[in-house]
T-cell receptor
Framework: DADVTQTPRNRITKTGKRIMLECSQT?????MYWYRQDPGLGLRLIYY???????NKGEISDGYSVSRQAQAKFSLSLESAIPNQTALYFC???????????FGPGTRLTVT | DQQVKQNSPSLSVQEGRISILNCDYT??????FLWYKKYPAEGPTFLIS?????DKNEDGRFTVFLNKSAKHLSLHIVPSQPGDSAVYFC???????????FGTGTRLKVLA
């Protein structure tokens, strides 16, 4: 079983709809991250959380919100989706003292 | 402002030969660098890393070289195998933060 899972894996939604992407991990890591990947731009950090009570904005947080429901769960919400939020979204985890991140398989989101 | 650049979007190499993937950075604060490999429909997986206090790190067929004066790092894969065909991302970070700046990726194709 995968250590970091993301649901859904693919989603098509319409402009203006609210959508939630979910991430769960069984690695027991405290730190969780949300990234988006766009063609030609690499991965960019949206939000990160160092524990349940600590949530921080990344470089492109506008239009997004997050919820850390438990150590193992970190959800990303788009309150009102727009077409330029069409991208591949990755969740990742890490542990304090380690620079490695462990990524989920990604969610491909299309906003029409 | 692309602080981490991978100027070659793609690279093709014959099986058994050396693959060299390059990455340039602009921010002198970066003190730790990582390489990730990504297969289609999967998340990036950690491959190898290097601290700025070193100029080389080796792990099996994979070696990362860091040239701080040139702000350049490279990943060498010797010998290249068809299973190495993937997209490779370099990433950089610095002490006191857990933010990572990713390059745009290089697609490596190893030809049998």
């Amino acid at each position: 079983d995968a250590d970091v899972t993301q649901t859904p894996r693919n989603r098509i939604t319409k402009t203006g709809k609210r959508i939630m992407l979910e991430c769960s991990q069984t690695k027991g890591h405290d730190r969780m991250y949300w990234y988006r990947q766009d063609p030609g731009l690499g991965l960019r950090l949206i939000y990160y959380s160092f524990d349940v009570k600590d949530i921080n904005k990344g470089e492109i947080s506008d239009g997004y919100s997050v919820s850390r429901q438990a150590q193992a769960k970190f959800s990303l919400s788009l309150e009102s989706a727009i077409p330029n939020q069409t991208a591949l979204y990755f969740c990742a985890t890490s542990v304090p003292g380690s620079r490695e991140q462990y990524f989920g398989p990604g969610t491909r989101l299309t906003v029409t | 402002d692309q602080q981490v650049k991978q100027n070659s979007p793609s690279l093709s190499v014959q099986e058994g030969r050396i693959s060299i993937l390059n990455c340039d950075y602009t921010n002198s604060m970066f003190d730790y660098f990582l390489w990730y490999k990504k297969y289609p429909a999967e998340g990036p997986t950690f491959l190898i890393s290097i601290s700025s206090i070193k100029d080389k790190n080796e792990d099996g067929r994979f070696t990362v070289f860091l040239n701080k004066s040139a702000k350049h790092l490279s990943l060498h894969i010797v010998p290249s195998q068809p299973g190495d065909s993937a997209v490779y991302f370099c990433a950089a970070t610095w002490s006191g933060t857990y933010k990572y700046i990713f390059g745009t990726g290089t697609r490596l194709k190893v030809l049998a």
